[in-house]
């Protein structure tokens, strides 16, 4: 089998199909972010995050096991599971402190500038709303900076 590794495909959403693709697995965090299209991805990704019923043993997926899926807001893309658009910003807010702000700032730019200009549809939790204020105006405004 070849390598698993996003060097070894076209584009992030041709690698995340290969080797999640059928499987009970949930794309997350900065994956769910590119199979959204919602951000381009790291050039050389060597890595998938996940949700899992169990560990797995692809050294180049992250797993995060859960023991239900039920809490987790998903949708279906092909044979793709991936967390809802709302999810995925509400699981980097939760973890603010230790993710690189990029791929969140680019993807809720990018969100905005496809939702007429808004975040009425987005869903922030309450407990990440003061993080999600933190941001809001860098995310609007990114690539008025870059």
Not at 75 to 86: A, K, P, W, Y
Not at 96 to 107: A, K, S, T
């Amino acid at each position: 089998m070849a390598e698993l590794t996003g060097n070894n495909y076209q584009t992030a959403i041709d690698w995340h199909r290969a080797v999640v693709g059928g499987q009970d697995l949930i794309l997350r965090r900065v994956s769910a972010l590119e199979y959204l299209q919602l951000f381009c991805g790291y050039a050389n990704g060597n890595h998938i995050e996940v949700y899992a019923k169990q560990q797995g043993s692809i050294d180049t997926i992250q797993y995060h096991v859960v023991d239900t899926f039920d809490n987790i807001d998903h949708v279906r893309i092909g044979n793709v599971l991936c967390t809802s658009i709302s999810q995925t910003v509400n699981d980097l807010l939760s973890d603010i402190d230790n993710i690189d702000e990029q791929p969140l700032v680019e993807g809720l730019n990018c969100y905005f500038h496809t939702h007429n200009k808004n975040f009425d549809s987005l869903y922030i939790k309450p407990e990440n709303r003061e993080r999600f204020d933190r941001i809001r105006d860098w995310a609007i405004e990114y690539y008025d900076e870059v």
